[in-house]
């Protein structure tokens, strides 16, 4: 499958190419076919780089958005912000990476049956995407409720913000500010209930049950070159 971090140089040259058929046509068959002639890649070299076809582009379309969102981020000054700004910067950074009708494409093409858990794993990845960008140190069941969650968010923004019409699209960024604020609502109750000797007796049980949920293995691993250890030192 594509990944994030080290884009096949092939198969972004036939998204590139792709890209101005999609609007018209989707990720289909004929826009892969039109890829491969106006790219110049040759028919057997684009499936080894894209085996699935327009599939395969279309995973790899998402994919950089999420990359141009992280590097955007890196580039911003967020020290000024609250957390819960960062989060909807981010977002709001995501939405910006992309052509609108070509992620309008790729919700027609991810909400089909045989495609809807990768399209439910490429939500999961921005959000996680997001998550270590703005540093999340968690490695308990806490990462994977973060993720869980800013992917509701983010999948349901997005859904938003592609019937949208508003000048700016500023409905979105009022959407999207009151979807955040709807999950510190639901941090704060959490806080509640730690804080209610009554309450967190209660949970204490289903508690002790989640401290032995971990991230899965390698989530934050800091030997891996390129990668920033706890000590805030870079790896080589």
Request: no cysteine; net charge negative.
């Amino acid at each position: 499958m594509p990944t994030t971090a080290y884009p096949d140089p092939t198969r972004e040259k036939l998204l590139d190419a792709a890209l101005i058929h999609v609007v018209f046509d989707g990720w289909g068959p004929e826009t892969f076919k039109a890829a491969v002639a106006d790219s110049g890649v040759s028919e057997a070299l684009a499936k080894v780089a894209a085996p699935r076809g327009s599939v395969d582009l279309a995973a790899a379309f998402h994919k950089r958005g999420d990359r141009e969102m992280v590097k955007a981020l890196e580039a911003a000054d967020l020290s000024g912000m609250r957390f819960r700004d960062r989060i909807a910067h981010a977002v709001w950074l995501r939405l910006q990476a992309v052509d609108r009708e070509a992620v309008r494409r790729g919700m027609s093409l991810f909400s089909l049956p045989i495609y809807a858990p990768e399209g439910t794993r490429l939500v999961w990845e921005t959000a996680d995407a997001i998550w270590n960008a703005l540093g999340d140190r968690s490695d308990d069941v806490n990462w994977y409720t973060k993720r869980a969650t800013l992917a509701g968010v983010f999948a349901s923004t997005v859904l938003f913000w592609l019937g949208d019409d508003s000048e700016g699209f500023v409905d979105t960024k009022d959407f999207l500010d009151r979807r955040i604020d709807d999950v510190m609502q639901i941090e704060k109750a959490k806080a509640t209930v730690r804080e209610n000797k009554v309450l967190s007796t209660f949970f204490a049980l289903p508690n002790a049950a989640l401290s032995l949920v971990k991230a899965p293995a390698g989530a934050r691993r800091a030997d891996v070159p390129g990668t920033e250890t706890t000590e805030g030192e870079t790896v080589q």
